[in-house]
């Protein structure tokens, strides 16, 4: 019987392409928009994992407690050991030490007088250990403006606004003016590597970037860091598995009274990230349902439409002695398999260029020139697993449901009207 | 704050018990310090929230307006230099091999951690310049009897409005003081102790130092050897001796 | 012309459910659009009256040296305020601000603030400096934003030590007594300020006189740079919102656009069958001396008027929607002030008439074109034959 239907589809294209391809597209656009939105939505909170919260962050409660101060003194220690037990526990994640700190980046003149000063924030970062994805996550070769990135040790990336304050030039020597973990006054030459911009203004107009080696040496840190963050290998934040690793991981410290034991926070408990987590969340899904409605009553009108067209047959067909109730079943049928077929091909379509997109990016920042604002110039659609079956929705049910209602036509009429449009 | 650093180098003659004029008492603790030269090695403790950190210094001094100062240790902090002319300061760090002038914001930077600022360390007027002295009465310090002196600012561009002074009555050092704002709110306090007899001159060895404002313990400075008089080179005292 | 709408129109609804399909589809397109902008216009405009009233006025002038990320800048960036100013001065509508670096220290904790000092009874910002009037005999009054108030862990009646430095570098400190603790939407004057009577932060600095800026409320008069003042524009300190509604905007119209094509994908469809099983009736009007261009106008003008139906559904359940909207707000379940920008917890959605006049263009432009696209085929048609209704 099945056999029998496909075959009857595949010969009559007009009984299959048109709605396969109605379908395929509608699908296509319901599931590129769903993984659209949702990585629109989430570029935000993917920004600031990247910059500043990772997905989830070790500190030391007191750390933690006066985190906008960046307290040094406050530093987790033994941060090796801690690394290697997060790896080991938590192999999910992607994890790294980052201490960013303030400081003064002072540039010389010829003779090592100051030439210029200014006020820089800091990052530390692991930049050069092997593997390490750091500078990925920071998008730093697409923000290079002069230059190149860190490459050894003794480096730094300064931001372009500033190193043009300095009147410095990648290759040359700043001497970095800062406060060790104990309060000490502490200075440290750096090699000018390059300059970025990463298009925010508090980032670009005074921010050092160097590797947390560096760092550590420069600011009495050994084996020390303000925090350890880390990503979920997927890429990509999942509130509800970064709350599991927190409160796991936090249950394991939980005796401990010391204000310098670690804490692990995940993105939602830092700042109001929580509620713009919950906000994205609620979002995508109201942007979905809004685009399944619609989809469902374009889908449902091509169920209709299919059905229509074939009026013609259907009056032969009754005339031919074939039960009402017969020509209704199969034209259900049929509508199942051209749901799954335009279903399957345009799910396969709109992840095709989810993942286009997801790879390369929409690049708005031609739209976006002269920003400030830590924004993302590039949107970028994010795969989820709903992207694989939302499609669906539109393309399976409301297909078959248009069909259903198209169909009761065929009871309405009378065979001999059928017949006749069969003759028209 | 000048008496913290100038009470490791100061001769304090012994003028028996009768309540002498205040400004007498400064302009006679002034002279002493502004001819004497010296060559010290000291330790500062910084008393942290997680541990407590010794740094050890030599320094050379003359008067109030120059000093040169090594740090001998941690390892860390081995071979950075300090040099104070007037009312400039320069750093040397060895490991960057450089010389920064630290001036404006820098200065109110804590020096090594401490609760002691740079700009702490460079007011070198004399106190009789700046300060109107009077005794107010005497106290009981440590076992020991002090004049109290209370100073207030006549001129309008010292760091504190007020200090009070407790001096030794017999070894005339001072024993406490407190550093008070505009309001009269104590903004710091040191405390000097191990009072000791160098070269026929009494010199107290500990100072505590204290922002009363802020939480924690406190600095503490140790005196761990003195001499006066020294033949100190004056090429010591220049930019060019920072990098040697 | 007047004969084809009307039987375009007669067609349409000849058609029953599958043409309320499309126009209901067409007409989410409608609201969504127009909602959706209207929600980024509303922010927009929301984002810079709460600016106005919170933290620039009409405006300001910036010591030269002023550079509000600079804390460093402030023991410099002070000075007389013009002479020129003192009209305006005097009828209240502008206010010198002092802004002096100092510290405070809850719980024993040394942190940095910016003290401002403002007027208690200057109306140009929203910031309740009225209570900077209370009488207390031992503390300076203040006012804190939320923000401050939950870094630093300090309440209403809280009192905390301040300690700062006078024009000449004297240490001074004193008790204040947080008095208020206020919310707007603008995280700037939250953070990291602590508002005091100004006259007060004068003598206590010696800087009788000064101010680092000059807010005013007038923001339509010509001005220009004075001395060392500088002339900051309203649309100058509002350019960072206009930023970030912008990158939003960009990121929405992908949306649109897909649902747009959604509804014509619809649109599309309907015509080709349209087209496919009326083929007798366009052999009949062929017939009947239509030209071939005349009945594929009478085509297009059907699925066009799917829009102007739809734009009238759109009306019927959008109007009271997006009116609504404007009036009650739309509330996000957030706290929006830690984003950094001026963002209001509800938005109130603005519609202007230009946006959606150029909504109902673009979509029936757009159905239009749609619609034009399969009845090319008409004009291709063998008359005789789609008379006789074959399939061609």
Request: hydrophobic share 45%; no cysteine.
């Amino acid at each position: 019987m099945i056999k029998f239907l496909i075959k009857g589809l595949i010969r009559d294209k007009s009984r299959s392409r048109l709605p396969v391809i109605v379908v395929a597209i509608g699908v296509m656009l319901t599931v590129f928009l769903h993984a659209y939105i949702t990585g629109f939505m989430g570029d935000t909170i993917e920004m600031n994992a990247r910059f500043s919260h990772g997905h989830v962050k070790v500190m030391t409660r007191a750390y933690a407690e006066n985190m906008n101060q960046l307290p040094l003194d406050l530093a987790l220690m033994d941060v090796e050991e801690l690394l290697n037990n997060l790896q080991q526990q938590y192999p999910e994640y992607a994890w790294t030490p980052r201490i960013q700190f303030g400081g003064l980046v002072d540039a010389p003149d010829e003779n090592g007088e100051t030439k210029a000063q200014g006020p820089a924030a800091g990052f530390a970062m692991d930049f050069l250990s092997e593997g390490s994805r750091e500078a990925d996550r920071l998008n730093i070769s697409k923000s290079i403006v002069r230059g190149r990135m860190v490459q050894e040790q003794g480096e730094a990336l300064l931001s372009d606004d500033f190193a043009s304050k300095l009147r410095v030039e990648p290759g040359d020597e700043v001497t970095l003016i800062g406060s060790t973990m104990n309060g000490s006054m502490t200075m440290y030459n750096f090699r000018v590597a390059g300059t970025v911009s990463f298009g925010t203004e508090v980032l670009d107009r005074g921010s050092i970037l160097v590797d947390i080696e560096d760092a550590r040496l420069a600011l009495d840190m050994y084996d020390a860091a303000a925090e350890v963050v880390g990503f979920l290998q997927t890429g990509f934040y999942d509130n509800e598995m970064a709350l599991n690793t927190a409160s796991s991981f936090n249950n394991k410290y939980t005796a401990a009274e010391d204000e310098f034991a670690p804490v692990m926070k995940t993105l939602s408990q830092q700042g109001s990230m929580g509620q713009y987590v919950e906000l994205s969340n609620v979002w995508a899904v109201y942007i979905t349902m809004v685009f399944v409605l619609a989809m469902a009553l374009v889908l449902w009108n091509a169920g209709l439409l299919g059905g229509l067209r074939r009026y013609g047959e259907f009056g032969v067909r009754l005339a031919m002695g074939e039960e009402k109730g017969h020509v209704y079943r199969t034209l259900i049928y049929e509508s199942v398999l051209i749901g799954i077929a335009g279903t399957i091909f345009g799910t396969a379509t709109g992840l095709f260029l989810a993942a286009l997109v997801q790879e390369y990016g929409i690049d708005i920042s031609g739209m976006m020139e002269g920003s400030s604002m830590m924004m993302p110039s590039i949107i970028r659609t994010r795969i989820t697993p709903v992207d694989y079956y939302i499609g669906f929705i539109p393309g399976l049910f409301s297909t078959v449901i248009g069909t259903m209602l198209a169909g009761i036509g065929i009871y309405k009429r009378k065979t001999s009207q059928l017949f006749k449009e069969l003759e028209a | 704050m000048k008496y913290i650093l100038t009470a490791f180098l100061t001769v304090w003659l012994v003028t028996g018990y009768s309540q002498p004029k205040a400004e007498e008492i400064l302009e006679r603790i002034d002279q002493n310090m502004s001819s004497e030269n010296r060559v010290f090695e000291s330790s500062m403790t910084i008393h942290g929230k997680r541990s407590s950190r010794t740094i050890t210094s030599k320094s050379w001094s003359v008067g109030d307006e120059k000093s040169f100062t090594e740090y001998l240790s941690p390892a860390r902090e081995q071979g950075t230099k300090m040099l104070k002319l007037e009312d400039q300061l320069w750093i040397y760090s060895p490991s960057t091999d450089r010389t920064i002038q630290i001036s404006g914001h820098m200065l109110r930077q804590s020096v090594m951690g401490s609760d002691l600022s740079y700009e702490d360390m460079m007011d070198d007027r004399k106190l009789t310049d700046t300060y109107d002295a009077e005794v107010t009465g005497s106290e009981e310090v440590d076992g020991r009897k002090a004049w109290v002196l209370e100073l207030t600012a006549k001129v309008d561009d010292v760091a504190y409005a007020a200090r009070k002074l407790w001096v030794d009555a017999e070894r005339y050092i001072p024993l406490r003081e407190d550093l008070f704002a505009k309001s009269g709110q104590l903004l710091k306090r040191s405390v000097m102790s191990d009072v000791v007899e160098v070269d026929g001159r009494w010199f107290p060895k500990t100072i505590l130092y204290k922002d009363m404002l802020k939480q924690g313990d406190g600095t503490e400075f140790k005196m761990l050897d003195i001499k006066f008089n020294q033949d100190i080179p004056e090429h010591i005292f220049s930019k060019a001796s920072l990098k040697m | 012309m007047k004969t084809a709408l009307k039987l375009a129109f007669r067609n349409l609804i000849g058609a029953g459910l599958r043409t309320w399909l499309n126009v209901l589809v067409l007409s989410f397109s409608f609201v969504v659009i127009i909602w959706m902008n209207g929600l980024m216009a509303g922010w927009d405009y929301q984002a810079k009256t709460d600016m106005t009233n919170w933290q620039i006025g009409g405006g300001q002038y910036w010591h030269e040296q002023y550079d509000p990320y600079d804390p460093f800048t402030l023991t410099e960036s002070h000075a007389p305020v013009p002479a020129g100013f003192s009209d305006e001065l005097a009828r209240g509508t502008m206010e010198p601000i002092l802004v002096v670096q100092g510290t405070i220290y809850p719980e024993g904790r040394m942190q940095p603030v910016a003290i401002t000092g403002i007027r208690p009874g200057q109306e140009i910002l929203m910031i309740p400096t009225f209570a900077l009037d209370t009488v207390v005999t031992d503390a300076v009054p203040a006012v804190i934003g939320a923000v401050l108030s939950r870094n630093m862990q300090v309440k209403e009646g809280d009192r905390l030590t301040m300690r700062w430095r006078d024009a000449n570098g004297m240490f001074d400190a004193t008790e204040i007594l947080v008095i208020k603790v206020f919310s707007s939407n603008v995280p700037a004057v939250e953070a990291g300020q602590i508002y005091i009577p100004l006259e007060k932060l004068r003598s206590m600095t010696l800087l009788e006189d000064e101010a680092t800026l000059v807010t005013f409320s007038d923001s339509e008069k010509e001005r220009q740079d004075a001395g060392e003042w500088v002339h900051k524009s309203k649309d100058e300190l509002t350019a960072p919102v206009d930023e970030i509604i912008k990158t939003k905007t960009v990121g929405q119209s992908v949306f649109y656009g897909i649902l747009l094509l959604l509804a014509m994908l619809a649109v599309f469809d309907t015509q080709v069958l349209s087209i496919f099983r009326r083929q007798k009736e366009i052999g009949t009007y062929i017939a009947l001396g239509y030209t071939r261009r005349e009945v594929v106008g009478l085509f297009t003008v059907e699925g066009a008027m799917h829009s102007v139906l739809a734009a009238v559904v759109a009306a019927l359940y959008g109007f009271p929607f997006l009116w609504w909207q404007a009036r009650e707000g739309w509330t996000m379940p957030i706290e929006a002030s830690e984003f950094g920008m001026a963002m209001a917890q509800t938005l109130y959605p603005v519609y202007s008439a230009g946006l959606v006049i150029a909504t109902v263009l673009i979509v029936v432009l757009v159905t239009t074109i749609v619609s034009y696209l399969p009845s090319r085929k008409i004009a291709k048609m063998n008359p005789t034959e789609a008379l006789r209704g074959r399939i061609q």
